[in-house]
């Protein structure tokens, strides 16, 4: 069966710092990979996707990027981080290909607190 | 553009009522349609899903029918518990993305 793991769980770290969340994904071959952020009570917002390695789409113009270096492998960093960065990441992955609609599944988040 | 409005609650009830959280979108095609809960510090889970019009998706006493007339997808439960307490979130996927509503509250009191 396919599980996702996402770290770390949680995360306190100063303005200015950089930043580093690893997902991964395993059971799977070619997924879709994607990264939200849901700030406080509020909804989910897409900052990347990607089809496949070094295919990244970007939703937002902001100050984090994403890379995929390996196939099952997804990450989200920051070179400066501001105070508006803090939220609840949440990294999730589908079928890229197959039958059907594949649902997206998501990991167990990193809470980012930027003081 | 893709778009899902739901209630945005917060919703309270009592232990054994039922449960209906409205949900519309306005999309494009033919998307699909999924209901998303998510406890506390977690991240989203799958609750169920319909690919196409007229489809009933269930789980765990869960349903919701895709309505393309009316544009719908909203979730009922005939008896809720307090362990269905949550946010849960409508969304709607199309092509490679996904839209999601802004999330339900609900609260079940014992």
């Known amino acids: 069966s396919q599980t996702i793991h996402q770290w770390p769980a949680t995360l306190v770290q100063p303005v200015g710092s950089p930043l580093s969340l690893e997902c991964t994904v395993e059971?799977?071959?070619?997924?879709?990979l994607y990264w939200y952020r849901q700030a406080a009570g509020r909804g989910l917002q897409l900052l990347f996707y990607s089809i496949g390695i070094d295919q990244i789409s970007s939703e937002v113009p902001q100050n984090l990027s994403a890379s995929r270096p390996q196939d099952r492998q997804f990450i989200l960093s920051s070179k400066k981080l501001l105070l508006s960065d803090s939220g609840f990441y949440l990294c999730?992955?589908?079928?890229?290909?197959?039958?059907?609609?594949?649902?997206?599944?998501f990991g167990n988040g990193t809470r980012l607190t930027v003081t | 553009g893709n778009s899902v409005t739901q209630m945005e609650g917060p919703v309270t009830l009592s232990e054994e009522a039922f449960l209906t959280i409205n949900c519309t979108y306005t999309a494009t095609g033919y998307p699909s349609l999924f209901w998303y809960v998510q406890y506390p510090g977690e991240g989203l889970q799958l609750l169920l899903k319909a690919t196409k019009a007229d489809d009933k998706g269930s789980n765990k006493g869960f349903e919701a029918t895709y309505r393309k007339e009316t544009t719908s997808f909203h979730l009922e439960k005939g008896s809720v518990q307090v362990s269905d307490s949550a946010v849960y979130f409508c969304?709607?996927?199309?092509?490679?993305?996904?839209?999601f509503g802004p999330g339900t509250r609900l609260s079940v009191l014992p």
């Open positions: 969304a709607l996927g199309y092509g490679q993305n996904f839209v």
């Open positions: 999730a992955w589908r079928a890229g290909t197959g039958t059907g609609y594949s649902p997206l599944h």
């Open positions: 059971g799977t071959s070619n997924p879709n």
